[in-house]
């Protein structure tokens, strides 16, 4: 029976720029610093294995992977952000202290072809690794790159997958049934201790205690069932990972089918070009002043959260920073988002209705002026507003670069214009990719539009539950793509 799963941290549905950072792949444009290697790792069958990169300050970015040679692949890893070298050395002294590792030294090609053949290993037989898997992943390089070399890494004993899975790891079931499925009775070995058996003779009872804590992709049939007719979908929050995961299987891929869209490329091409490094645009943001005066106004305006007093004094310097730098869109911008703060609705549109005219191209006046028309319930004016244009790369061709910011800002409207005509599959699809990219301070907006989806979403997964609890072909049919 499946066990109650803790409410996940709400930094993991509103991830902060190291993790997009990663994520984005901007990690591996970074040269190797160091990778270190478990000294006895071909003896034990475990590797525990780090790989870091360098950053032009020096800092240090990277990645730290615990990967099981004998039978699942990758069983935990997790990332390190702009650190100083020094850390790894620290890691070191503790791996040795409390756990008795010691931690060597290896070439990438070594580290890589550890993790990648563990990783093919396991995948022969049905087994994917953990989760956070797919973020760390984007620390390596990819391994269809012709500059590895391959080496020859044994896996498995006696060329069978040999299980050693704690009894409370939450994945155990999950590694059992996929070597019943792939490997079958008699192709594989697994390994029971002392506190595999002491668990047998207490696992009815904790079973009860402990509803809904391993990972959903781990539960049986019987599991989906109790889950489904005890209610237990009633109690969950939209950002927990059990409701995250019944969409994804029950609502967003059968609709993504349904319409053929392929929602990797879809998402691979809305991400195109995504950068952290600042963009200079050639007719401004040349003049060292003119830059420190639209920073300076940006921290006030968007981290402050000034009131009334400060927003008027702010204004006159706007409009000097206009007269000064009368090609620079963004003090345009900044004196929109005044009054908007300043609740003065008429000269805010007055102001915008300028920038749209004098800055017909400027990427934040078209996003200023789709937010308007969605809050008049004009959304159908949205896509003549874009060209028909709806990711970054196609509205703006002749670009190959776009600061996350304004990435942000253009998928959170377009989030929002979705979920106005109900193309529920489509502002998901916006949706994830605000939350994976999402900077702190996250915007006001941004977060009301994330609300609002999550609600819908929520709905959505509510009532195949519900429908499920009530009909038995429904539940078969639900189950059935719960564990494919």
């Known amino acids: 029976m499946p066990t109650k799963n803790k409410k996940k941290d709400p930094s993991a549905s509103r991830p902060v720029s190291d993790k997009a950072y990663i994520q984005s792949g901007n990690a591996r444009k970074l040269s190797i610093h160091q990778c270190l290697v478990s000294k006895d790792w071909r003896e034990a069958g475990l590797a525990q294995v780090i790989v870091s990169r360098r950053h032009v300050t020096g800092n240090i970015t990277g990645g730290f992977y615990l990967v099981d ?52 290993f396991a995948g022969s037989y049905g087994i994917e690794p953990m989760q956070d898997f797919a973020t760390t992943k984007m620390i390596l390089e990819t391994d269809d790159d012709d500059r590895i070399e391959l080496m020859d890494i044994e896996c498995g004993k006696d060329g069978k ?53 391993s990972e959903p992709e781990t539960w049986d049939k019987e599991d989906w069932e109790d889950f489904i007719l005890e209610g237990a979908g009633q109690h969950l929050e939209p950002d927990e990972e059990i409701m995250v995961y019944i969409y994804q299987k029950a ?43 639209t920073e300076e106004m940006h921290l006030i305006l968007f981290r402050e959260k000034p009131e ?43 102001v915008l209705l300028g920038i749209t005219e004098r800055f017909p191209d400027y990427l934040f006046g078209k996003i200023a002026y789709a937010q308007k028309l969605l809050q008049d319930d004009k959304a159908d004016k949205m896509p003549a507003l874009f060209g028909g244009h709806f990711d970054l790369s196609s509205l703006y061709p ?32 916006y949706g994830t ?8 301070p996250i915007p006001d907006f941004t977060t009301d539009v994330l609300n609002l989806l999550d609600l819908k979403l929520e709905m959505k997964v509510l009532r195949k539950l519900a429908e499920a609890s009530k009909d038995a072909v429904k539940r078969e049919e639900l189950i059935a793509l719960l564990m494919s």
């Open 308 to 350: 009334a007093r400060k927003l008027r004094s702010l204004i006159p310097r706007i409009l000097d920073g206009m007269q000064r730098w009368p090609n620079n869109p963004i003090f345009h911008n900044y004196l929109y988002n005044a009054y908007i703060l300043l609740k003065d609705k008429s000269k805010a549109e007055d």
């Open 161 to 213: 997958p040999f299980l050693m899975a704690n009894p409370s790891d939450p994945r155990r079931s999950y590694y059992l049934r996929q070597l019943q499925q792939f490997a079958g009775e008699g192709g594989y070995e697994f390994f029971r201790d002392a506190e595999d058996f002491e668990n047998d003779a207490e696992e009815d009872e904790d079973d009860e205690d402990d509803f809904f804590r």
């Open 433 to 440: 990719l605000l939350k994976q990219w999402a900077v702190d």
């Open 251 to 293: 609502v967003h891929i059968p609709e993504a089918a349904i319409r053929q869209l392929d929602t990797v490329e879809l998402m691979t091409r809305l991400t195109r070009g995504i950068t952290y490094e600042p963009i200079v645009d050639r007719t401004y943001g040349y003049d060292p002043e003119e830059n420190k005066e």
């Open 398 to 429: 002749e670009r190959n670069s776009f600061h996350v910011s304004e990435f942000n800002t253009f998928t959170a409207i377009l989030c929002f214009y979705y979920l106005q005509i109900g193309d529920d599959l489509m502002a998901g699809i």
């Open 69 to 120: 040679l004998l039978c699942t692949g990758v069983k935990d890893s997790f990332f390190f952000f702009n650190q100083s070298p020094d850390m790894l050395t620290e890691l070191q002294k503790d791996f040795e202290v409390e756990q008795g590792v010691v931690m060597e030294t290896c070439d990438y090609v070594l580290a890589h072809n550890i993790i990648y053949s563990a990783l093919d």
